[in-house]
């Protein structure tokens, strides 16, 4: 690892306060006087893969069993040659168990087959140095997001290593290229220089092989040279392999979670069972900001089971024998909630007020190149266009929920979660006990896309324990988890392009709402050479929050939609347009060639039928996609979806396969419904029967194929998400002439263009 | 109280008889893989199978199903533990992400084979609507559907 500077060190890290500050307000949510100065220094230089020294002493009583020797970090060994990867992310079906564990196994040569898996406890000790340290050097594209995903956890501590966050496709492309891969190598090699010191031999000529040593015709198990090599200074930096010598890196690998997937015994965070637990559930506020003024449970105290009722202030809580006991106590409490102003806004307010904004404030410029203004003056002509999208709920399918158990001033939370030490650090800071008194034990998640980063349902969890005195499973309805979520922001953006004699562009100029998580959302991919995108602040009262690919939600379906419009502007095959402004950038031009290709664009369509493209990059991958869309009914049937995509290269094909489809049917279910409307000031669905989710019946088939390239390995559970409503819409233009410039396309008629 | 046969077992439970079938397989009898997702037979989550017939637990009044059969998640494995054809083709394409849904949706599956051995893709989707997968693994579901099929 580089020495860092100190000086940039400290540089960085008060851009990183600020930034937070700034993001904190729009998004703030807990802890905001926590945020104190976070200081340079030492602490920094410990954001490595594999920890030096001694580590058994620090880490072995968190992880390790009877006979098991921690070998680094990240891998253990027991007497029976089990090797245990310890895995500092949460698992939600993206597979990230099996991914990082086959990169662990890979450098250090064990025994795929007979390998197991834990996840990290939620222990400073296991957070993603890795990810930190790209995170606080600017090293990396972390997005920005990861400020309010931590919350209390890395800015209250300032410990700057503070974070076990699973979000922004961060886990293979950081925690596995960064730590994974090292630790194994360190791990292997340890292990060789204890077999070198036992059999007296030379390391050059010791191999490994499956979870055993070898020396000539001699082999012993890794479990024999464990004790000696936990003893020993692991290599910093030791010899990784190169991508052509990979044997399980690269291979579809089974995931591992998924046997106890399909017999039932997965454990999710609900499935947490405590002894003497009762039962809670919630209703909060349904306008941010409001607190109880009158509250009359006269009618709830009386029924069966009812063990308590609580006033919480911005929330109140039952307490029961059972969920459906509190749940029935919970609806016939009667509460009037204290007036604010918020009371009157609605979502046409919202998106008025981000049309004021974007014609009367001063914009915030994120990428510049060239002389926009002075161009589209000067243009032959120009083009213009408007979007909007409107809020999103994540709708996991796993409620929110959280069992706490507060006593004698310790709490223990468990919990599905994406933020297991910011929930500790959150929890600790409202209860007001020290954060080693917090003991956080994870489960699988039913779903997190980003809602599980924030640890407000935890903290209910913790507040309602403490409150009752007994040990609380809190299950939010299905209401509740839809009208008291993080939301995707709603978001409008004006877009104006000045043209060439031809209609191509060479000055595109945005203006929109809300700053980017990441900042690269808004940047264009093409060769465009005067560009000026710019932000405008437009704070709303609905809690906003990280959603499956974040702001390349809206920004993929903004950019995508507005180089289609141009294209047909200028009388050009929408996809020829694209190869025409991606000319230097091959990379691009692969993968949208691949998705051409796959789709046969171009060729004889049923009528009715048309096909639109889209491309975009984040999360360092590429990912164009060909939606076939029927508009014959009227309605939009999505018939097929092509999808190539360049992550670099995928660890497990299949599992990034999965990715790219899940991230399509996520897209697809927002392009065509998603929609949170804002009433009184309150969120106005409640279920599925108004949140519509795609279902069986309207989901499309979809192929996917993996370009494999010499690039840094990219993110996979995100980047399949933004191409889908931009390659949608593109493609609902061609069949109908009609373009959707809102989102969701919702009940939106279409007729056929002749 | 209230007379349940549930995989096979016996039981009697002390509860009010309107409580849905859900809580009382997850809390009283800590069946936990039958999955809350709505409360209002919307998601399809909870669907166990009572007499062979799949159904929404989650508004099912456990007064309904005194005295029938109820086969959940947790039932479908023979005597000898060897997983169901359909578990095994959910394995075998590597069906769940997040796995929350995919009790109910297996339940849903195993209803819809017993019935209709040889189910084409409309017959898929119209079976299958009723239980929602936030993954996305629906072209995942309907290719392991078929490939059960072909071993049922």
Same mark, same amino acid.
């Given at each position: 690892?580089?020495?860092?500077?100190?000086?940039?060190?400290?540089?960085?890290?008060?851009?990183?306060?600020?930034?937070?500050?700034?993001?904190?307000?729009?998004?703030?949510?807990?802890?905001?006087?926590?945020?104190?100065?976070?200081?340079?220094?030492?602490?920094?230089?410990?954001?490595?893969?594999?920890?030096?020294?001694?580590?058994?002493?620090?880490?072995?009583?968190?992880?390790?069993?009877?006979?098991?020797?921690?070998?680094?970090?990240?891998?253990?060994?027991?007497?029976?040659?089990?090797?245990?990867?310890?895995?500092?992310?949460?698992?939600?079906?993206?597979?990230?168990?099996?991914?990082?564990?086959?990169?662990?196994?890979?450098?250090?040569?064990?025994?795929?087959?007979?390998?197991?898996?834990?996840?990290?406890?939620?222990?400073?000790?296991?957070?993603?140095?890795?990810?930190?340290?790209?995170?606080?050097?600017?090293?990396?594209?972390?997005?920005?997001?990861?400020?309010?995903?931590?919350?209390?956890?890395?800015?209250?501590?300032?410990?700057?290593?503070?974070?076990?966050?699973?979000?922004?496709?961060?886990?293979?492309?950081?925690?596995?290229?960064?730590?994974?891969? !090292?630790?194994?190598?360190?791990?292997?090699?340890?292990?060789?220089?204890?077999?070198?010191?036992?059999?007296?031999?030379?390391?050059?000529?010791?191999?490994?092989?499956?979870?055993?040593?070898?020396?000539?015709?001699?082999?012993?198990?890794?479990?024999?040279?464990?004790?000696?090599?936990?003893?020993?200074?692991?290599?910093?930096?030791?010899?990784?392999?190169?991508?052509?010598?990979?044997?399980?890196?690269?291979?579809?690998?089974?995931?591992?979670?998924?046997?106890?997937?399909?017999?039932?015994?997965?454990?999710?965070?609900?499935?947490? !069972?405590?002894?003497?637990?009762?039962?809670?559930?919630?209703?909060?506020?349904?306008?941010?900001?409001?607190?109880?003024?009158?509250?009359?449970?006269?009618?709830?105290?009386?029924?069966?089971?009812?063990?308590?009722?609580?006033?919480?202030?911005?929330?109140?809580?039952?307490?029961?024998?059972?969920?459906?006991?509190?749940?029935?106590?919970?609806?016939?409490?009667?509460? !009037?909630?204290?007036?604010?102003?918020?009371?009157?806004?609605?979502?046409?307010?919202?998106?008025?007020?981000?049309?004021?904004?974007?014609?009367?404030?001063?914009?915030?410029?994120?990428?510049?190149?060239?002389?926009?203004?002075?161009?589209?003056?000067?243009?032959?002509?120009?083009?213009?266009?408007?979007?909007?999208?409107?809020?999103?709920?994540?709708?996991?399918?796993?409620?929110?929920?959280?069992?706490?158990?507060?006593?004698?001033?310790?709490?223990?939370?468990?919990?599905?979660?994406?933020?297991?030490?910011?929930?500790?650090?959150?929890?600790?800071?409202?209860?007001?006990?020290?954060?080693?008194?917090?003991?956080?034990?994870?489960?699988?998640?039913?779903?997190?896309?980003?809602?599980?980063?924030?640890?407000?349902?935890?903290?209910?969890?913790?507040?309602?324990?403490?409150?009752?005195?007994?040990?609380?499973?809190?299950?939010?309805?299905?209401?509740?988890?839809?009208?008291?979520?993080?939301?995707?922001?709603?978001?409008?953006?004006?877009?104006?392009?000045?043209?060439?004699?031809?209609?191509?562009?060479?000055?595109?100029?945005?203006?929109?709402?809300?700053?980017?998580?990441?900042?690269?959302?808004?940047?264009?991919?093409?060769?465009?050479?005067?560009?000026?995108?710019?932000?405008?602040?437009?704070?709303?009262?609905?809690?906003?929050?990280?959603?499956?690919?974040?702001?390349?939600?809206?920004?993929?379906?903004?950019?995508?939609?507005?180089?289609?419009?141009?294209?047909?502007?200028?009388?050009?095959?929408?996809?020829?347009?694209?190869?025409?402004?991606?000319?230097?950038?091959?990379?691009?031009?692969?993968?949208?060639?691949?998705?051409?290709?796959?789709?046969?664009?171009?060729?004889?369509?049923?009528?009715?039928?048309?096909?639109?493209?889209?491309?975009?990059?984040?999360?360092?991958?590429?990912?164009?996609?060909?939606?076939?869309?029927?508009?014959?009914?009227?309605?939009?049937?999505?018939?097929?979806?092509?999808?190539?995509?360049?992550?670099?290269?995928?660890?497990?094909?299949?599992?990034?396969?999965?990715?790219?489809?899940?991230?399509?049917?996520?897209?697809?279910?927002?392009?065509?419904?998603?929609?949170?409307?804002?009433?009184?000031?309150?969120?106005?669905?409640?279920?599925?029967?108004?949140?519509?989710?795609?279902?069986?019946?309207?989901?499309?088939?979809?192929?996917?194929?993996?370009?494999?390239?010499?690039?840094?390995?990219?993110?996979?559970?995100?980047?399949?998400?933004?191409?889908?409503?931009?390659?949608?819409?593109?493609?609902?233009?061609?069949?109908?002439?009609?373009?959707?410039?809102?989102?969701?396309?919702?009940?939106?008629?279409?007729?056929?263009? !002749? | 109280?209230?007379?349940?046969?549930?995989?096979?077992?016996?039981?009697?439970?002390?509860?009010?008889?309107?409580?849905?079938?859900?809580?009382?397989?997850?809390?009283?009898?800590?069946?936990?893989?039958?999955?809350?997702?709505?409360?209002?037979?919307?998601?399809?989550?909870?669907?166990?199978?009572?007499?062979?017939?799949?159904?929404?637990?989650?508004?099912?009044?456990?007064?309904?199903?005194?005295?029938?059969?109820?086969?959940?998640?947790?039932?479908?494995?023979?005597?000898?533990?060897?997983?169901?054809?359909?578990?095994?083709?959910?394995?075998?394409?590597?069906?769940?992400?997040?796995?929350?849904?995919?009790?109910?949706?297996?339940?849903?599956?195993?209803?819809?084979?017993?019935?209709?051995?040889?189910?084409?893709?409309?017959?898929?989707?119209?079976?299958?609507?009723?239980?929602?997968?936030?993954?996305?693994?629906?072209?995942?579901?309907?290719?392991?559907?078929?490939?059960?099929?072909?071993?049922?």
């Amino acid at each position: 690892m580089t020495k860092p500077n100190k000086k940039n060190a400290t540089k960085k890290i008060e851009e990183i306060n600020r930034s937070s500050l700034k993001v904190w307000s729009r998004r703030g949510f807990i802890g905001a006087g926590a945020i104190a100065g976070i200081t340079a220094g030492g602490a920094l230089m410990v954001g490595i893969a594999i920890r030096p020294g001694d580590r058994t002493e620090d880490l072995s009583a968190y992880v390790t069993n009877g006979d098991e020797q921690l070998i680094t970090t990240w891998v253990k060994i027991a007497s029976d040659n089990t090797v245990t990867a310890i895995i500092p992310h949460g698992e939600m079906g993206q597979g990230v168990h099996t991914a990082l564990s086959a990169m662990l196994a890979e450098e250090m040569e064990a025994d795929w087959d007979a390998m197991k898996i834990i996840e990290a406890p939620a222990e400073k000790d296991y957070a993603n140095f890795v990810l930190a340290r790209e995170f606080i050097f600017g090293s990396a594209n972390v997005p920005t997001v990861l400020f309010d995903t931590v919350n209390g956890a890395m800015l209250a501590a300032a410990k700057s290593m503070n974070m076990q966050i699973t979000g922004g496709s961060t886990s293979v492309r950081f925690t596995g290229t960064g730590a994974m891969l !090292t630790a194994g190598a360190a791990a292997k090699e340890l292990l060789l220089s204890a077999a070198s010191k036992q059999w007296s031999v030379s390391i050059s000529e010791l191999r490994a092989e499956k979870g055993f040593i070898y020396h000539n015709d001699k082999k012993a198990p890794f479990s024999e040279f464990a004790e000696i090599a936990a003893t020993l200074k692991p290599n910093l930096k030791p010899k990784l392999k190169k991508r052509n010598e990979y044997q399980l890196i690269g291979k579809s690998l089974p995931r591992v979670d998924i046997p106890s997937k399909v017999d039932g015994t997965a454990i999710f965070g609900i499935d947490a !069972t405590v002894s003497g637990m009762k039962y809670g559930t919630v209703k909060a506020a349904p306008v941010h900001g409001q607190k109880v003024k009158v509250m009359d449970a006269s009618l709830a105290k009386k029924m069966p089971g009812v063990y308590g009722i609580y006033n919480m202030e911005d929330y109140i809580a039952v307490v029961a024998d059972g969920y459906w006991q509190a749940k029935n106590a919970l609806d016939v409490i009667d509460v !009037t909630w204290t007036n604010n102003e918020i009371k009157n806004i609605d979502d046409g307010i919202i998106f008025e007020q981000y049309r004021t904004a974007i014609k009367t404030r001063k914009g915030k410029t994120l990428h510049k190149s060239g002389n926009t203004k002075k161009l589209i003056n000067e243009s032959a002509s120009f083009y213009e266009a408007e979007y909007t999208v409107p809020f999103l709920a994540h709708a996991c399918m796993e409620p929110m929920n959280a069992t706490a158990w507060y006593r004698d001033g310790k709490c223990d939370i468990w919990a599905g979660t994406q933020n297991p030490l910011g929930t500790r650090q959150v929890t600790a800071d409202t209860l007001d006990i020290d954060i080693d008194s917090v003991t956080v034990h994870t489960a699988f998640m039913g779903g997190g896309f980003g809602r599980r980063a924030n640890p407000d349902y935890t903290n209910q969890a913790a507040q309602i324990s403490k409150k009752s005195g007994v040990p609380v499973k809190l299950i939010w309805s299905r209401e509740e988890t839809t009208q008291q979520d993080f939301y995707r922001p709603s978001a409008l953006g004006c877009f104006k392009a000045g043209l060439d004699v031809n209609g191509i562009p060479v000055a595109w100029e945005s203006k929109f709402v809300h700053d980017m998580d990441p900042p690269e959302a808004s940047a264009v991919i093409y060769d465009i050479p005067n560009v000026k995108a710019q932000y405008m602040e437009s704070p709303s009262h609905i809690r906003v929050g990280a959603w499956r690919s974040v702001d390349h939600t809206q920004h993929g379906y903004f950019t995508e939609s507005f180089i289609d419009e141009l294209a047909s502007n200028a009388g050009i095959d929408s996809y020829e347009f694209r190869r025409r402004l991606l000319k230097t950038k091959p990379r691009h031009l692969n993968v949208l060639d691949t998705a051409a290709k796959m789709a046969g664009w171009g060729k004889a369509l049923p009528d009715g039928h048309a096909q639109g493209i889209a491309i975009v990059e984040s999360f360092m991958s590429i990912v164009a996609q060909v939606v076939t869309v029927d508009i014959s009914s009227g309605v939009p049937r999505v018939v097929n979806v092509a999808c190539a995509a360049d992550a670099g290269m995928a660890i497990n094909p299949n599992g990034f396969i999965a990715q790219m489809e899940s991230g399509i049917i996520f897209g697809l279910s927002a392009a065509l419904y998603g929609e949170i409307t804002i009433s009184n000031g309150s969120v106005d669905q409640s279920n599925f029967y108004d949140y519509r989710m795609v279902r069986m019946d309207d989901a499309p088939s979809i192929d996917v194929e993996i370009i494999t390239s010499d690039n840094r390995i990219g993110g996979a559970g995100e980047p399949g998400t933004p191409p889908i409503a931009p390659a949608l819409v593109n493609a609902i233009y061609k069949a109908s002439g009609q373009r959707v410039r809102n989102l969701p396309i919702g009940n939106q008629k279409f007729s056929v263009k !002749t | 109280m209230v007379k349940l046969i549930v995989n096979g077992q016996n039981h009697e439970i002390n509860i009010n008889p309107d409580t849905p079938l859900l809580w009382v397989l997850r809390e009283k009898l800590g069946l936990i893989g039958t999955k809350f997702g709505c409360g209002s037979s919307l998601c399809g989550a909870c669907t166990i199978h009572i007499d062979g017939k799949p159904i929404r637990s989650c508004v099912t009044p456990v007064s309904n199903i005194e005295g029938k059969s109820v086969t959940t998640i947790e039932g479908l494995a023979d005597a000898e533990g060897s997983l169901h054809p359909v578990q095994e083709a959910w394995i075998e394409h590597q069906v769940p992400q997040c796995g929350y849904c995919q009790s109910g949706q297996i339940m849903s599956a195993i209803a819809l084979l017993e019935r209709n051995p040889n189910p084409s893709d409309d017959d898929i989707d119209t079976s299958m609507r009723g239980n929602i997968c936030r993954c996305g693994m629906y072209g995942r579901i309907k290719a392991a559907i078929k490939s059960a099929a072909k071993k049922v």
